[in-house]
T-cell receptor
Framework: GAVVSQHPSRVICKSGTSVKIECRSL??????MFWYRQFPKQSLMLMAT?????????EQGVEKDKFLINHASLTLSTLTVTSAHPEDSSFYIC??????????FGQGTRLTVV | GQNIDQPTEMTATEGAIVQINCTYQ??????LFWYQQHAGEAPTFLSY??LDGLEEKGRFSSFLSRSKGYSYLLLKELQMKDSASYLC??????????WGAGTKLIIKP
């Protein structure tokens, strides 16, 4: 099946700094990728839809200036958490679909802001 | 509004069978997915149903009834490694995935 690679898997950063998370589709072209956040013992929450070559579509309540998304190519989308704070500590997951049948997830990134 | 309901937690015995139910009310329907998620890991795809009926894949089967807005995931010959959360998700008419909160499955020896 299709493979989505996400990097890094874990990151610890200081409050006020920025962190970039990469999501790559390894064996297919993904015109659309999705970024999710998951807090402990909760389900996935869609943050934004990343569209190749255009602006991302953010869900209500997600600050677009804080969570910068860039989808510069058909195989790479990045999520940058700017001026991170401890409350941004979470599990961030990207996914990409191939056609309309399946969605494949990256490995996830555990972000801890100290 | 859109809603996916599934039980919060279930317990079953190793070697037994368990059925995890999912009911949904969404704006349109373009398929239902089941994912397995172990603690601290990303979800992994288990099954996809878009037509009514049963899809069997080894020890796991998934059933869909679109008229009832209902699906279940059936796990047979349970193993300890099946202890995980099972997420039901529906793709709505805009092809957006609507997620259930997940069912934590606990397997006991």
């Amino acid at each position: 099946g299709a493979v989505v690679s996400q990097h890094p898997s874990r990151v610890i950063c200081k409050s006020g700094t920025s962190v970039k998370i990469e999501c790559r589709s390894l064996d297919f072209q993904a015109t659309t990728m999705f970024w999710y956040r998951q807090f402990p013992k909760q389900s996935l929450m869609l943050m934004a839809t990343s569209n190749e070559g255009s602006k991302a579509t953010y869900e209500q309540g997600v600050e677009k200036d804080k969570f910068l998304i860039n989808h510069a190519s058909l195989t790479l989308s990045t999520l940058t958490v700017t001026s991170a704070h401890p409350e941004d500590s979470s599990f961030y997951i990207c996914s990409a679909g191939q056609g309309h049948t399946e969605a494949f997830f990256g490995q996830g990134t555990r972000l801890t802001v100290v | 509004g859109q809603n996916i309901d599934q039980p919060t937690e279930m317990t079953a015995t190793e070697g037994a069978i368990v059925q995890i139910n999912c009911t949904y009310q969404t704006s349109g329907f373009n398929g239902l997915f089941w994912y397995q998620q172990h603690a601290g890991e990303a979800p992994t795809f288990l099954s996809y149903n878009v037509l009514d009926g049963l899809e069997e894949k080894g020890r796991f089967s998934s059933f869909l009834s679109r008229s009832k807005g209902y699906s279940y995931l059936l796990l047979k010959e349970l193993q300890m490694k099946d202890s995980a959360s099972y997420l039901c998700a529906v793709r709505d008419r805009d092809y957006q995935l609507i997620w259930g909160a997940g069912t934590k499955l606990i397997i006991k020896p």
